[in-house]
């Protein structure tokens, strides 16, 4: 796929391309999507460190989503940052090919979709992939977190922005289940893996197959 079929090349579009049209059977209904306007909000600023910690941990088991208040970054700086994301996505396609890869290990690309090797269906949207400095400590819930299926509503007049961060170690890095909550009595619903198998696995199959974490489970 080449950076002239890249989404954010083409000004204006009458129709749907083919290849970015799902069978009826897949596709989302949105009568069949809950609505609830309960969705936890977490004041990070609050002086209750561990009432905030407490109300992560619940979000997460209970929605796997939460809005945040008082974060602690400027308005301006994300002004900048979706302007400047915008002005990336705008640029000639010919700026854009420079960056422009299908390849999962490059560290910085530019790509469309999700999978473009493998997918017979697309996804609408293209991405800036950044590596940069991961924090330190990280582990994982032993399946106590939820992960939320990602969807979202888009419309003809204006594009949709997101910024995203993921932790992403090196790819030695063994991934467990963290030693309190299997200490605790819970028996570890995933094996160990390392970065590097989950890695490979990620990118050997389509968006819309099991989620990539399932292949770990434990026997």
């Known amino acids: 796929m080449a950076t002239t079929q890249l989404l954010s090349t083409v000004e204006h579009r009458e129709t749907l391309p083919e290849g970015y049209a799902r069978p009826e059977s ?4 949105l009568a069949e999507v809950a609505t ?8 990070l600023a609050s002086p209750d460190k561990p009432r905030v910690i407490a109300e ?7 929605y796997g989503f939460f809005q945040v208040t008082n974060h602690g970054i ?3 700086l994300l002004e900048k940052v979706m302007a400047v994301a915008l002005e990336f996505f705008r640029l000639p396609p010919e700026e854009k090919e420079k960056l422009y890869s299908d390849e999962p290990s490059k560290k910085i ?3 469309t979709s999700f999978n473009v090797r493998k997918e017979t269906v697309h996804n609408w949207r293209d991405y800036l992939r950044l590596h940069c400095h991961p924090l330190e400590e990280f582990a994982l819930s032993n399946g106590a977190y939820k992960s ?8 003809a007049v204006q594009e949709r922005m997101s910024v995203a961060s993921f932790m992403c170690p090196c790819n030695s890095a063994v991934i467990s289940p963290a030693r309190k909550l299997v200490a605790d009595g819970d028996a570890p619903v995933y094996r160990s893996f390392t ?5 490979k696995k990620f990118w050997s199959r389509n968006l819309d197959q099991e989620h990539c974490l399932e292949l770990f489970k434990g026997q």
């Open 26 to 29: 897949d596709r989302p209904r």
């Open 36 to 43: 609830d306007s309960n969705i936890p909000l977490i004041d």
């Open 56 to 62: 992560i941990a619940q979000a997460c088991r209970t």
């Open 74 to 76: 400027a308005e301006e």
């Open 109 to 111: 690309r530019l790509s």
């Open 148 to 155: 939320v299926w990602h969807r979202a509503v888009v419309n």
């Open 195 to 199: 970065y590097d198998e989950y890695y």
